[in-house]
C-alpha cells in the first residue's frame, strides 16, 4: 500500500489534492497481482445519500506485470435534499505488458459539485483503454491524465458526456508522451441543451526523447439550444522530429437538412433530434469494451436527449 498510495498523485500539486489529502475518510484499493487474469469487471461505486455532505475518496487501481482486468468506478446519488461536495483523488498504475480497462461514470445529482483529479501511468507493452461518461452533477471540473512511460504501450481515451439546465463542466485532459514508440488515442464528444457550458482544454505533450510517438486527440461538441455554450483548446507541446500527432475541436448545431430528411420520413422533429444525438455519441459508444456498460450509457443519453 505504501508503494502504491501517493506514487502517482502527490497532496501538495493543487488545493484538491491537498484537501483531499488532509480530509480523506476511506477509499478502495484494487490491486491485481502479475500474470493475474481477472475474468469480470470489478465495480467500484462511490454513492452519498446524506445532505450537506462532503466526499474526499482516494482510489488506487494498480495492475501488476502481465495481468488483465476491468474496473468500473461509478458515482451515484439520487438527488437528496441539500447540496454536496465530492474532491476524489483516483490513481491508476498499469505494469509492464498489463492490460486494463478502466470505465469511470459519473451520474450524480444536480445538486453535487465534483472536483477530481485521474491520473493513469502506463509501462512498457502496457495496454490501457478508459471510457469516461459525465451525465450528472451542477458543477464538475476534471483533470484526466494519460503518461505513457514505457516503450511500446497504448492508451485509449473514449470520452462523452451530456449537459443540460444549468450543468457545467470543465474538463482537462493530459496525453504525456514521456517515452518514444508509445501511442495515445483521445476522443471526447459531448452535447449540450439549455444554459448549459462546457470547458475543455487537452494537451498533447511529446518529450524530446519520445522519437515515433503517434497520438490523436479530439473534440466535438453538440449544441442544442441558443444559450449553451462549448469552449474548446486542443493543444500541442511537440519536443521530438519523429512523431506523428494530430488534434482538433468542433462546435456546432443539429444539421437542420438532417432534421429536415428524416421528419419527410415521417418523424417528428424530436423523435429526428434524438436519433441524430444517437449517431453523434455512436462512434465513443461503439468503442465501450463493457456491452453492460455501454447500454447503461446508451440508455442515460437517451432519457437526456428526450428530456
Known sequence: MERLLGATVRFNESRFTGLNAALQGGGVLV?????????????????????????FPHVIVAVDKGAKASVIHEYFSAGEPG???VVPVTEITVGENAELHMA???RWGSNVLHFGVERARIGRAARFHWTFAALG???????????????????????????????????HTFQNHVVGNSVSDLL????????ARMIYQGLIRVHKDAQR???YQ????????????ADSIPSLEIL???VRCTHGATVGQVDEEQVFYLMARGLSRSEAERLIISGFFEPVLERIPSASLRTLVTEAIERKAAS
Open 104 to 106: 469511470t461514470l459519473n
Open 213 to 215: 510517438s503517434d497520438a
Open 218 to 229: 479530439a473534440n466535438r461538441n453538440l449544441i442544442l439550444s441558443d444559450k449553451a455554450r
Open 188 to 195: 471526447f464528444k459531448g452535447a449540450l441543451r439549455g444554459r
Open 240 to 242: 521530438a522530429n519523429d
Open 137 to 171: 452533477g451542477k458543477l464538475m471540473k476534471s483533470d484526466m491524465e494519460l503518461h505513457l512511460e514505457g516503450e511500446g504501450c497504448e492508451a485509449k481515451f473514449s470520452g462523452c458526456y451530456f449537459a443540460n439546465e444549468a450543468q457545467h463542466f470543465d474538463f
Open 31 to 55: 490491486h491485481v497481482p502479475a500474470g493475474v487474469e481477472v475474468p469480470k469487471p470489478i465495480r467500484i461505486l462511490l454513492s452519498r445519500s446524506v445532505p450537506d455532505l462532503a466526499m
Open 83 to 85: 447540496s454536496g461536495v
